[in-house]
């Protein structure tokens, strides 16, 4: 290991702490922020998506090239304000402490004089904001980060991974000179982990709750071989359950909805998430005793998603089979 948490700590000037910091906000231990920068907001999350585009805009608000990450994620809005460092040497500090601390550098570009043959480049005026977009900022922030007039001022991009034993940490700075005497800097940190899953156990009680509240439930452990419709072995024990919780309810019609992600025609898809519906409904009912006429097969392929098909993770949690309660 090249480098720890306390070397990158040292590699920024020391600061002093100010009551100006937004409430129960502490910087991160890998990172220190720049001097006499404040802390507007932060956030914590145990477990979320993020994602980091690497890429220029290649499209209307598009880009190809990102890494789709998982684990706990850090977010810090720091403001230097009435200050005479520009952007750009907030910028060239974060970017040269990430490198110096051991980071592969991912993705970075400054535009610092909002140069249009820049503009759609990793760290330029129009980049900015479409890398953003993936990992929004909520409003109760009161971030400035891509604010401002048209006489604001240029931006600058950095990311960077630090591969450790217990997992890789990710590194974002993102600067924006708002005014003259503001600079914007956004810090996120992502410490990379799977889901620690299992901690949810599918029960009737869980499924009745879920029924009576939503109207649906997503029946989890039901497992398909990629593109086809077979139902597999290892799904057992969670048709066990949802035979159960339909027993209990015998007077009950259900829909069983099959979804798919994005790939492939639409008619494809429509068709492989009914005949996936059609299988769990046809082993609840040869395998479990379940009457045909309470449960409906339907397919609505990939025009329900439940989060992004842009990513691996996204894709994986749009193909799902859904329990729906009718008439």
């Not at 720049?34 to 994602?51: K, L, R, V």
């Not at 980091?52 to 608000?61: D, K, S």
């Not at 409906?296 to 729906?324: F, M, W, Y």
Request: charged fraction near 25%.
């Amino acid at each position: 290991m090249k480098n720890s948490y306390l070397t990158m700590l040292l590699l920024l000037l020391p600061y002093l702490m100010t009551a100006q910091d937004a409430d129960g906000c502490t910087d991160h231990p890998l990172i220190s922020r720049y001097p006499d920068a404040q802390i507007i907001w932060c956030s914590a999350e145990d477990f979320a998506e993020y994602h980091i585009a690497t890429g220029p805009v290649t499209g209307y608000q598009h880009i190809d090239e990102w890494i789709d990450l998982e684990g706990k994620v850090y977010r810090y809005n720091y403001e230097l304000r009435n200050t005479t460092n520009t952007m750009n040497e907030v910028y060239q500090n974060y970017r040269n402490a990430l490198q110096k601390a051991g980071f592969e550098i991912l993705a970075e570009g400054n535009d610092p004089n909002r140069d249009r043959m820049k503009a759609n480049e990793v760290g330029g005026k129009s980049w900015m904001p479409v890398a953003s977009r993936r990992n929004p900022l909520p409003t109760t922030s009161m971030s400035r980060l891509n604010t401002g007039s048209s006489s604001s001022g240029g931006y600058g991009f950095a990311a960077g991974k630090l591969e450790k034993p217990e997992g890789n940490v990710f590194v974002t700075v993102s600067a924006y000179q708002y005014r003259s005497d503001i600079v914007v800097i956004q810090v996120d940190v992502i410490e990379e982990k799977p889901l620690d899953d299992g901690k949810i156990t599918i029960d009737p009680d869980y499924l009745a709750r879920e029924i009576a509240t939503k109207g649906t439930v997503t029946l989890s452990g039901i497992f398909f071989d990629f593109d086809l419709a077979i139902v597999k072995p290892e799904s057992a024990d969670a048709l066990a359950v949802i035979a159960t919780y339909l027993k209990q309810n015998a007077d009950a019609h259900f829909f069983v909805v099959g979804h798919t992600d994005y790939k492939g025609n639409l008619a494809y898809n429509l068709n492989l998430s009914k005949e996936r519906a059609a299988a769990v409904v046809n082993k609840l009912v040869s395998d479990y005793g379940i009457a045909k006429e309470q449960l409906e097969a339907q397919g609505v392929g990939p025009l329900a998603p439940r989060t992004t098909n842009e990513s691996d993770i996204g894709r994986e949690k749009n193909r799902r089979v859904e329990l729906v309660l009718g008439n």
